[in-house]
């Protein structure tokens, strides 16, 4: 699956679940599977963790992220000081049920509704343990502000905190995802945001480039991708909507012909009469004529 299929289904919102400074002398927290994900920074000392049978060694200034149904087993071999956070990265709506998996809990069979889904199981993503930001010092003080906002309980603060999540998330993504990777060529592509698109801008001259530019695809993509979203080519889909458009301004406005041909997007009011009859089997200003004429129900 493409991280894109993935958002479709459950969109990244993440909502942290516990976060805090660990500040502790030579430390170790048993072995457990994790539902969530867990990022830790060394800001001081030196740590090994053990994740799915490999050892990982860290030391200050380094983070560490292990993804959810991971085996873990965590150890501080000196005086540390290591900010956490254990968080969703996808939207569950039972998130609020989940919990920071405990020592020595390793089957989680009954939990497996509240499993987050793994970036390394998606196409195009490889997330390593050890990040290593492409932009360390803006991501470290994106991560220590987060956990110092979530500490406090206030509403403004919380929200603070979950939006910062959002950040490092997307910089964990952007620095590790393959350009070009993130959705296959084949899949279908989301286009719901179209009819929007065509909405506001339907009195503007519109090309396939530039729909198919806004969509990332190639026009030819584009063009297949849309038909086979909704049953008909881009420009008949355009011009049904500006001609339905029309139809509304001559029953409901006394606007000229010259400028209802304006705000549908036609280049004058030739070609307008002329799309419009093609399309109603009347020129417009029969149209108009008609619509009053007729009885109100």
């Given at each position: 699956?493409y991280?894109?299929?993935l958002i479709?289904?459950q969109?990244?919102?993440?909502?942290i679940?516990?976060?805090?400074?660990?500040?502790?002398s030579?430390w170790?927290?048993?072995?457990r599977r994790l539902?969530?994900y867990l990022?830790?920074?060394?800001?001081?000392g030196?740590?090994?963790?053990h994740?799915d049978?490999e050892?990982?060694?860290?030391?200050?200034g380094?983070?560490?992220?292990?993804?959810?149904d991971?085996?873990v087993?965590l150890e501080?071999?000196?005086?540390?000081?290591?900010p956490f956070?254990?968080?969703?990265?996808?939207y569950n709506?039972?998130?609020?049920?989940s919990?920071?998996?405990?020592?020595?809990?390793?089957?989680?069979t009954?939990y497996?509704h509240?499993?987050?889904p793994?970036?390394?199981?998606?196409?195009g993503?490889?997330?390593p343990?050890?990040l290593?930001?492409?932009?360390?010092?803006?991501?470290?003080?994106?991560?220590?502000?987060?956990?110092?906002?979530?500490q406090?309980?206030?509403?403004l603060?919380?929200?603070k905190a979950?939006t910062?999540?959002m950040?490092?998330?997307?910089?964990?993504?952007?620095d590790?995802t393959?350009p070009?990777?993130?959705?296959?060529?084949?899949?279908?592509?989301?286009?719901?945001?179209?009819?929007?698109?065509f909405?506001?801008?339907?009195?503007?001259p519109?090309?396939?480039?530039e729909?198919?530019?806004r969509?990332?695809?190639?026009?030819?993509?584009?063009?297949?991708?849309?038909?086979?979203?909704?049953?008909v080519?881009?420009?008949?889909?355009?011009?049904d909507l500006?001609?339905?458009?029309?139809?509304?301004?001559?029953?409901?406005?006394?606007?000229?012909?010259e400028?209802?041909a304006?705000?549908?997007?036609?280049?004058?009011?030739?070609?307008f009469?002329?799309a419009?009859?093609?399309?109603?089997?009347m020129p417009?200003?029969v149209?108009?004529?008609a619509?009053?004429?007729?009885?109100?129900?």
């Amino acid at each position: 699956m493409y991280l894109s299929e993935l958002i479709e289904k459950q969109p990244i919102l993440p909502y942290i679940r516990q976060s805090n400074f660990a500040v502790r002398s030579p430390w170790s927290a048993a072995e457990r599977r994790l539902l969530d994900y867990l990022i830790v920074y060394v800001q001081e000392g030196e740590c090994v963790f053990h994740i799915d049978g490999e050892a990982y060694a860290f030391g200050s200034g380094e983070f560490c992220l292990i993804q959810p149904d991971s085996v873990v087993t965590l150890e501080g071999r000196t005086h540390s000081i290591t900010p956490f956070a254990h968080l969703d990265l996808f939207y569950n709506p039972q998130r609020e049920e989940s919990f920071p998996t405990r020592a020595g809990q390793l089957d989680l069979t009954a939990y497996l509704h509240l499993m987050q889904p793994r970036l390394n199981d998606l196409q195009g993503v490889h997330v390593p343990v050890r990040l290593t930001p492409k932009h360390p010092v803006h991501f470290r003080n994106t991560f220590l502000d987060m956990v110092e906002s979530w500490q406090h309980r206030e509403p403004l603060l919380q929200l603070k905190a979950q939006t910062l999540a959002m950040q490092v998330v997307l910089a964990v993504l952007e620095d590790h995802t393959a350009p070009g990777t993130a959705a296959s060529s084949q899949a279908p592509q989301s286009l719901n945001w179209i009819t929007s698109f065509f909405s506001f801008h339907l009195s503007e001259p519109l090309s396939i480039e530039e729909m198919a530019r806004r969509a990332s695809l190639s026009p030819s993509r584009f063009s297949a991708v849309f038909k086979q979203r909704f049953g008909v080519p881009p420009h008949r889909y355009l011009l049904d909507l500006r001609i339905r458009h029309a139809e509304e301004l001559l029953h409901t406005t006394a606007l000229p012909l010259e400028d209802i041909a304006v705000y549908c997007g036609f280049a004058d009011v030739h070609h307008f009469s002329k799309a419009f009859k093609r399309k109603t089997g009347m020129p417009p200003g029969v149209y108009r004529s008609a619509k009053k004429a007729a009885p109100s129900t």
